[in-house]
């Protein structure tokens, strides 16, 4: 995976500097704990992967001394896309739920991304909602993710891929319409958990989740009226996010560009 990561790396700066381009830098997202100052992935349950020195990786691999790489958890880096580019303009305490086989959040608070005492924040998938529930890839059970996760809402589904069930809603089954429902209604209790202690504006839908959004709502807003204790008030509000896949791409380009808006300098010193 790293050997094809590091080419496609290497073919995007060719051609980038083929058209004059000056390169800044370059981060990769990755579905996991990561430590991004030591540029290692921690451990991503669904890859099987653990203490993998990604960026040392990548540089053997790239032969790019003075280029700066970077790495961050693929859900912050969504968060972040939405926070600047997308969904999350204007709104300060929101979570961003990302859909894919894991079930990731990026939580922004006062309009910052929340990162927790050691960058392993917003574990969404994670959070129990059955605590004895289903045996969980992280070792736990009854996880969010082990109902809300892609792969359990295609089984729930009896489709193979998101793509089907995408047109069967579309097509009104009855199958495929209770199934997001119903996976609507976990993210609904993990989320109403999240607005109780976090008393937050919105959550973000993300990833396979975006395309998805509408009919996974309904189901989300029926849990999030019963269980947020403020909700006489108001229940956060469920919106799809507005980069859909590439918010975590769009996200790392995000970072590395931040970086040198902080510290123009660091760009003008670095070897082209
Ligand atoms: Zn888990």
Redesign the pocket.
């Known amino acids: 995976v790293l050997d094809r990561l590091a080419a496609l790396a290497a073919d995007a700066l060719q051609d980038l500097r083929a058209r004059g381009l000056r390169v800044a830098g370059t981060a990769v997202a990755l579905p996991g704990l990561t430590d991004p100052e030591a540029g290692v992935l921690l451990v991503a349950?669904n890859l099987g992967w653990g203490e993998v020195p990604v960026v040392d990786e990548l540089r053997a691999r790239l032969r790019e001394p003075g280029l700066p790489l970077m790495i961050d958890n693929e859900a912050n880096l969504a968060a972040l896309a939405e926070l600047w580019l997308g969904a999350g303009r204007g709104l300060r305490d929101f979570l961003h739920v990302s859909g894919e086989i894991g079930v990731g959040a990026g939580v922004v608070l006062g309009g910052e991304l929340w990162r927790g005492a050691r960058g392993f924040g917003g574990?969404l998938?994670?959070l129990t909602v059955e605590p004895d529930g289903r045996p969980?890839?992280?070792?736990?059970?009854g996880?969010?993710?082990?109902r809300a996760g892609l792969d359990a809402l295609l089984a729930a589904a009896g489709v193979a891929s998101r793509e089907e069930l995408q047109t069967r809603a579309e097509a009104g089954d009855a199958g495929a319409l209770e199934a997001l429902r119903e996976a609507g209604r976990w993210l609904g209790v993990a989320c109403g958990s999240a607005a109780n202690l976090l008393d937050l504006e919105a959550i973000v839908l993300g990833g396979a989740y975006a395309p998805m959004a509408d009919w996974l709502a309904e189901g989300m807003q029926e849990e999030l009226e019963l269980r947020v204790l403020g909700s006489r008030w108001g229940v956060p509000l469920v919106v799809p996010a507005a980069l859909g896949q590439e918010a975590a791409v769009r996200g790392a380009a995000a970072l590395v560009l931040r970086r040198v808006l902080d510290d123009p300098a660091a760009l003008a010193e670095a070897p082209a």
Do not use: D, V
């Not at 996880?143 to 082990?146: D, S």
């Open positions: 349950p574990e998938g994670h969980c890839a992280c070792g736990s059970r996880c969010l993710e082990t």
